[in-house]
């Protein structure tokens, strides 16, 4: 049986991918005493995996090698999936051409079909429209069976959304509240039992379409509330209101607020793309728009255009044009101490700005090259290089940019993420 197999921890475990969710995963399975293989299709992360090398700020190498010492295999070698009893799904879900493409969830089940035995499991994890397990994966999964098994009736099916946070201190897989779904009552109880096995607390819900959705409404709360605060941050900055000590002011509220700040944009998978799922769900099925998902996803949209707009009233300021100005940009990657640059606000700013002349350096501890055109990237700031500038733009704010150091050399700042805002330093605006 395999809830025996999951209570003594003897049930091999495979989870198809090997990301910021399925990394993470597959170390605190491993750390809970199973039998772990990571498979991804990128062949240089798995050799720098099994080298002992993260990519990942949220698992150390100390982590990984010790769950390499365990018995966890990195690999690229479908073959190495074998005779698995708990299949886990964590492969990206972009957007193409603004519908899902979900080729890669594809791709993954078809490479578990013909693997699947009786009484497995198999566990989407992957954030998705709901619909998607019973809808997409399940016929996949029935139709390439070499022992003609179906879903909850020869294997067992389930959903589990990701809910890591990239860089949280206090909040990672173990001790975040796990939704957990079946295709039925049976997958509902194996599925929960094998996350039982290595975070705290489990959320059963009654069907995986309920779980499908409650993932993307998480998303969706941010993302509109993030385009809220930003859309009221331009508009108190024609007002001339400090929006960061207004936002303060309301937060001392104690009930009926949730505090949200301004950026520069949303980036990461999660916010720019997940939500777009629901509207897409909803417009193809029910012939209907999401209208706060696309309100939402405008206003976000054009942040780093409202950002490069303010870069050019600040140089105007100043008597000077973008073009031909030297412009610094702290940070790249979409939040605070990670390094995960995927849809992150920056690169647009940085194109509009090479677009229109300007000389862009970037600057970012975690992210070791920059792909935007026309810019030259730094690891660390060079203080030569503030003086400098023209204009420095604080991005992504990162603990361990010197602050101090920065308004201290800087002649003009623009700060898109409310760091300096105890600041009255002449030449400090923020947005």
């Known amino acids: 049986m395999l809830l025996q197999r999951l209570h003594d921890r003897t049930a091999r475990i495979v989870v198809l991918g090997q990301g910021y969710v399925g990394l993470v995963l597959a170390m605190r399975a491993t750390e809970a005493g199973f039998r772990v293989v990571g498979l991804d299709t990128d062949r240089q992360r798995t050799q720098l995996l099994a080298a002992g090398q993260s990519f990942i700020e949220d698992v150390p190498d100390s982590v990984l090698k010790a769950a390499l010492a365990a018995g966890y295999r990195p690999t690229s070698d479908p073959d190495a999936l074998g005779d698995f009893d708990v299949a886990v799904i964590s492969v990206p879900t972009p957007l193409r051409e603004g519908g899902p493409d979900l080729s890669f969830i594809e791709a993954a089940a078809e490479m578990l079909a013909p693997r699947l035995k009786q009484d497995c499991l198999v566990v989407l994890e992957s954030t998705t429209y709901p619909g998607t397990t019973e809808e997409l994966v ?22 589990s959304p990701e809910r890591i946070d990239p860089g949280n201190p206090s909040f990672g ?8 779904a079946g295709i039925d009552e049976a997958s509902l109880q194996v599925t929960r039992a094998f996350f039982d096995a290595f975070v705290s607390k489990t959320v059963p819900v009654s069907g995986c379409g309920t779980a499908e959705l409650a993932k993307v409404i998480e998303n969706t709360f941010r993302h509109v509330n993030i385009a809220l605060v930003n859309e009221i941050a331009m508009f108190a900055h024609d007002l001339g209101i400090d929006v960061s000590e207004a936002i303060d002011a309301a937060a001392t509220k104690p009930f009926g607020f949730m505090r949200f700040t301004p950026g520069p944009g949303v980036g990461g998978h999660c916010l720019p793309i997940d939500p777009t799922y629901l509207s897409w769900r909803v417009k193809q099925h029910l012939g209907e728009s999401f209208r706060f998902i696309e309100l939402a996803n405008d206003i976000n949209e054009h942040m780093p255009h409202y950002v490069v707009r303010r870069v050019t009233a600040a140089l105007n300021r100043d008597k000077k044009a973008v073009n031909g100005s030297t412009i610094v940009l702290l940070g790249l990657s979409y939040k605070p101490n990670v ?5 992150a606000p920056s690169l647009p700013i940085i194109e509009q700005l090479h677009a229109q002349g300007a000389m862009v350096s970037t600057v970012d501890p975690f992210v070791d090259t920059c792909s935007a055109a026309g810019a030259t990237h730094h690891r660390q700031i060079d203080l030569d290089l503030l003086e400098r500038a023209d204009l420095v733009v604080i991005v992504t704010d990162h603990d361990q940019f010197d602050y101090d150091a920065v308004v201290q050399r800087s002649r003009r700042i623009l700060d898109t993420r409310g760091r300096l805002s105890e600041s009255r330093a002449e030449g400090v605006e923020r947005l």
């Not at 897989?173 to 957990?180: H, R």
């Not at 390094?339 to 849809?343: N, Q, S, V």
């Open 138 to 159: 399940a016929p996949i999964l029935e139709a390439g069976s070499a022992e003609g098994l179906l879903a909850g009736n020869g294997f067992f099916l389930g959903y």
């Open 173 to 180: 897989l173990e001790n975040t509240p796990k939704i957990v």
């Open 339 to 343: 390094a995960d640059i995927r849809e």
